[in-house]
């Protein structure tokens, strides 16, 4: 990869987009009575991982910087939580569940990976 000039360039903020299109697409599904429930916490924290990597990278400081991309990180452990429930209430498959938690392991390679290489 070339030079990174945007946080568009970063592999973890691509791939948060990228999951973040595939827990829109799963709530589609959901019943009409969660939109203001699940359907809504999980879109809201979807997002704000993205938008916490996004904004994490045009951060001056190192200290900023960590700070995004560990609200990053949160965001992504509350997408987690909020998806074993969506499957436990039976919104989800567990083949539905596997998969998408296999995006949400390697965002949470990547953004723990972009946060350790501020402190480096």
């Avoid at 070339?2 to 791939?15: C, H, K, P, T, V």
């Avoid at 595939?22 to 991982?49: C, D, W």
């Avoid at 916490?52 to 991309?69: H, L």
Wanted: proline residues 1%.
């Amino acid at each position: 990869m070339g030079r990174i000039n945007s946080f568009r360039d970063l592999e973890a903020w691509r791939e948060t987009k990228n999951l973040a299109v595939i827990v829109y697409k799963i709530t589609e599904h959901f019943p009409k009575s969660e939109v203001f429930g699940l359907t809504n916490q999980l879109r809201r924290a979807v997002v704000s991982i993205s938008s916490n990597i996004a904004e994490g990278f045009c951060r001056k400081t190192n200290k900023d910087k960590t700070q995004f991309y560990s609200i990053a990180l949160g965001s992504l452990s509350e997408l987690e939580s909020q998806l074993s429930i969506s499957k436990e209430v039976g919104y989800l498959s567990n083949d539905e569940l596997m998969s998408v938690m296999e995006k949400v392991v390697l965002v949470g390679k990547l953004t723990g990976g972009l946060k350790r290489s501020i402190n480096l």
